[in-house]
């Protein structure tokens, strides 16, 4: 792998054009998590503090990668990026205007942290050395965000289950258009679609183990809209 990674040219114009996508999706995604923290922090209030705590979090990883964006000179397209996060968004509005605390986590905690990790996990190996010291740093905390979402849908399953499984529906199809949409970048960056597919399911298939769902609901729920 360290072979490969002296291969990239970080300085190229193509290295450079798709970091400018792939850095402000990064930068979009934490700043949209930090206000999804916020968010969740007013709908639960026992959790309150330890979701602000999250929120913050959020906004160190985006300062780190604005950093890793200026250190290439590279100028993140952040119109591209909202729009590339507009389904996903659109859905926990929905879902927090209509109080359903559920399907927020599903959509921040599990999906989008899993998605998070993924990218980060495989980004890792072919990072140059400023971006890979931060994201080593920033995938730690993704985890301890995941573990939320995990704990409390765990102490919640049985009256959660339905509303997963309608939310999961609903949100994993767009993860899905989200990597195809991203593919091309991601290949230029030196991190292979596949790879990212298989990270996340495995993220995301220990993470509806862990909350209590059985193999079989899995295999269902993680490869929901995969093939279309
Ligand atoms: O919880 C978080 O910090 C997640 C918001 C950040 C999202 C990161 C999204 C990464 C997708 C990158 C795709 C690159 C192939
Ligand atoms: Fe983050
Ligand atoms: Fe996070
Ligand atoms: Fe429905």
Redesign the pocket.
């Known amino acids: 792998m360290q072979q490969l990674v002296e291969q990239i040219d970080f300085q190229s114009d193509i290295y450079k054009d798709a970091y400018s996508r792939?850095n402000a999706?990064?930068i979009e995604?934490?700043q949209?998590?930090h206000e999804n923290y916020i968010t969740l922090a007013k709908m639960l209030p026992e959790s309150t503090d330890e979701l602000i705590r999250l929120s913050k979090m959020?906004s160190r990883?985006k300062k780190g990668f604005e950093a890793c964006g200026r250190n290439l000179k590279v100028t993140p397209d952040m119109q591209f990026a909202k729009e590339f996060f507009s389904g996903l968004h659109q859905n926990f509005q929905t879902a927090a205007a209509e109080g359903k605390i559920v399907t927020c986590l599903l959509i921040q905690a599990l999906i989008?942290?899993c998605?998070?990790i993924a990218?980060y996990n495989i980004y890792i190996p072919v990072a140059d050395e400023f971006a890979r010291k931060i994201t080593e740093g920033v995938v730690k905390e993704?985890y301890s965000?995941l573990n939320f979402g995990e704990v409390w849908l765990k102490e919640n399953f049985t009256e959660s289950k339905a509303e997963l499984e309608e939310a999961n529906r609903h949100n994993l199809p767009i993860v899905w258009q989200m990597l195809n949409q991203?593919a091309d970048d991601?290949r230029v960056l030196a991190?292979e679609k596949e790879a990212?597919v298989e990270d996340f399911m495995i993220q995301y298939g220990e993470a509806l183990s862990n909350i209590g769902f059985t193999t079989r609901d899995i295999m269902r729920l993680s490869a929901y809209g995969l093939a279309t």
């Open positions: 792939i999706i990064v995604g934490e949209e998590a959020e990883h989008i942290e998605f998070a990218a993704e965000h991203v991601a991190m990212l």
